[in-house]
């Protein structure tokens, strides 16, 4: 089997939850498979968006693309519905001026219907998140 980006609008993703609403950076930019679009927050942390998928997705890898994210928390469902959430990682992001922050994890066999990510705090009062990419395939559960 091939993988994909299931991460992607195109691939049926969609971003179901978000704490901030700018729109001219939407939500839904994170999933458009463009790193010069991106989402913007609006002030105050936390912050957090959750991406939906249509079917499970099965993943060994996970990227995002970023920008003045300090702290960040990154759950999965396996739900039907956007609930149960369980830690797959937490972590403190080194400050990179002026360029975008790209962060891999690797996740071993991971399953999710669900994806939450957790702005913990910034650099800035402002972060903006332009990408999450997965490694991983969608299938029946």
Request: proline share 4%; hydrophobic share 35%; net charge negative.
């Amino acid at each position: 089997m091939k993988l994909t980006d299931p991460c992607l609008s195109s691939e049926g993703a969609e971003v179901i939850l978000a704490t901030s609403s700018d729109e001219k950076y939407p939500p839904e930019n994170i999933i458009d498979g463009n790193s010069e679009t991106f989402w913007t927050t609006t002030g105050m942390f936390p912050q957090e968006f959750i991406i939906s998928f249509h079917k499970c997705v099965r993943f060994n890898k996970l990227t995002i693309l970023c920008y003045l994210v300090q702290a960040i928390r990154i759950e999965k469902s396996l739900s039907k519905d956007p609930v149960d959430f369980e830690k797959c990682v937490e972590k403190d992001f080194c400050y990179s001026e002026g360029e975008l922050q790209t962060e891999e994890f690797s996740f071993p066999d991971c399953q999710a219907t669900y994806l939450r990510f957790i702005i913990k705090s910034g650099f800035d009062h402002f972060v903006s998140v332009h990408r999450v990419m997965v490694d991983g395939m969608a299938e029946d559960m």
